[in-house]
């Protein structure tokens, strides 16, 4: 089983829709969670980044950590084509040095 | 702004081969990382070094060697080429106290024929 599973989609929603996009994981000792979005032939840049449970707003973009469950989610409201992108959930434990579990992204399109 | 660059955007190497991808980063940033990005596997770590000289194995580190001389500068060396290793691979920097937040290269596409 790996550490982060994330669906791999392709996700396609119209242009104006609430978009949510979730990883689970196994290692109860994650407690820094990221969102990276990577747009087509570019590396990934930092989206949005949490320590342990709990939401975080940055505009049209929620980031939501419920530890319990195992379970990450980034919520995107009033969705623009200048979304599309794939987004690759991230965590850490920062007990090893530098090390971060990437889940293999899932590709998002807004339609116009 | 950080600015992560990468030699290459695309390469084209023969199995056997030994090949050199570079990565500068201009941000003074301790940490530095290869990684291979192949579809469904995600990003997987391949070597990372967190100062001058220092390096340590990824989860992926076979077929593959790293060296750090200067800090701003990492270098990923495939002594061999393999059809396997064709992948996307990515550099990336971070601070050590914001291991979180890595900036990346814009990627090297590498084809081994």
């Known amino acids: 089983q790996k550490e982060v599973e994330q669906d791999p989609g392709p996700l396609s929603v119209p242009e104006g829709a609430i978009v949510s996009l979730n990883c689970t994981y196994s290692?109860?000792?994650?407690?820094?969670f990221m969102w990276y979005r990577q747009y087509s032939r570019k590396g990934p840049e930092l989206l949005m980044y949490?320590?342990?449970?709990g939401n975080k707003e940055d505009g049209r973009f929620t980031a939501q950590v419920d530890k319990s469950s195992k379970y990450i989610s980034l919520f995107i409201r009033d969705s623009q084509p200048s979304d599309s992108a794939t987004y690759l959930c991230?965590?850490?434990?920062?007990?090893?040095?530098?090390?971060?579990?990437f889940g293999s992204g899932t590709r998002l399109s807004i339609r116009p | 702004d950080v600015k992560v660059t990468q030699s290459s955007r695309y390469l084209v190497k023969r199995t056997g081969e030994k090949v050199f991808l570079e990565c500068v980063q201009d941000?003074?940033?301790?940490?530095m990382f290869w990684y291979r990005q192949d579809p469904g596997l995600g990003l997987r770590l391949i070597y990372f070094?967190?100062?001058?000289?220092?390096?340590e194995k990824g989860d992926i580190p076979e077929g593959y060697s790293v060296s750090r001389e200067k800090k701003e500068r990492f270098s990923l060396i495939l002594e061999s080429a393999s059809t396997n290793q064709t992948s996307m691979y990515l550099c990336?920097?971070?601070?050590?106290?914001?291991?979180?937040?890595?900036?990346f290269g814009p990627g090297t596409r590498l084809l081994v024929l």
């Open positions: 990336a920097s971070s601070l050590v106290p914001d291991q979180e937040t890595q900036y």
């Open positions: 070094s967190y100062d001058v000289k220092m390096k």
């Open positions: 991230a965590m850490s434990a920062r007990s090893s040095a530098s090390k971060i579990i």
């Open positions: 290692n109860s000792a994650f407690q820094y």
């Open positions: 941000m003074d940033h301790e940490n």
């Open positions: 949490t320590y342990s449970s």
